[in-house]
């Protein structure tokens, strides 16, 4: 049977699978283990090669480096690559932006390979590689995570990514995270790079205080968090509202409400565990405000271990 005939989501599934991808595994058989380049001895991947989870194809240089810049990569960052390939990514990271990172592979070729690379670059002190199973890695240290898997792989990583602090920065080439949507979007030719940011949790029942004309207030704030979404209602003394525009970026939130005095406020905070600080707006006119959280926070939805046939569910949409 051709590729043309078979149904439409096998079809796309079939595409998926054998597009070019960095590989989480890149275990080769052993007659690519032993490929060589020209016969000198040295190994070289080959485009297109067999690995533990996806086949391998080399993130473009134009990719790399638009995944690292909408990461916000800086010298302060530790960058992971969750099946790193050859080492691009981390060593251009290390290159090109300062950083400091590490490459998981499961090819101890690659790993090899990845190691030499970053020595003749010059950046074997900050680029790290380690012949591991991303499934099976701690990869917590990461202030910047970047992968290029396919969907189903995405999704057995996701539920690990979101428990990430929050502020992490996570950028994918090409596949996403079922239905956790990106904070942001790229296209470079034909490719999309994807951005996340792990979200911090804002769930749960909150004391909120803030300054209104005719003083300041003390309300019951209700959120409802879904990945970096949520939905909330704020209950003053004779009725209740609920808020507009709601998100949270990383360890931030905004918001905003139509007060007491019938004012739309618009609040900015920053989000540290149980307490919520930053400024309200009022037009030009700008005041602190607080939260406290009352009682546990709830799990955000969505930070589970993503439910089985996700990724298939979605594909048919």
Known sequence: ??????????????????????????????ALLAQTAGGSGVYEPKRGQAGKDVIW???PDALVTRMLRMGSVTPRDYVIDLGSGDGKIVIAAAREFGAQGKGIE??????????????????????EFEKADIFESDFSRATVITMYLLPHLNLKLRHRILALKPGTRVVSH???????????????GTASVHLWLV????????????PQRSGPVTVTMKLTQTFQNFIGDVVFREFSTGVREPKVAGDRMHFSLTDEDGLLRRFEGQIAGNRITGSVFEGAT???????????????????PAPEGEAESISAE
């Open 286 to 304: 700008r005041a602190p405000f607080t939260a406290r959280r009352l009682g546990d926070a709830p799990a955000i939805g969505g930070s589970g």
């Open 1 to 30: 049977m051709t590729i043309a005939a078979l149904p439409h989501a096998l079809r796309r599934a079939f595409l998926a699978r054998s597009g070019a991808l960095v590989a989480s595994g890149m275990l080769a058989s052993p």
């Open 106 to 127: 499961y090819n101890p070729s690659l790993v090899e390979l990845s190691k030499q690379r970053a020595e003749a670059a010059g950046v074997a002190q900050r680029a």
């Open 174 to 188: 090409e596949f996403r995270m079922g239905r956790w949507v990106p904070d942001e979007t790229s296209r470079v």
């Open 57 to 59: 194809i080399p993130s």
């Open 199 to 210: 979200p911090a949790n804002v769930g749960g029942e909150w004391e909120l205080t803030f």
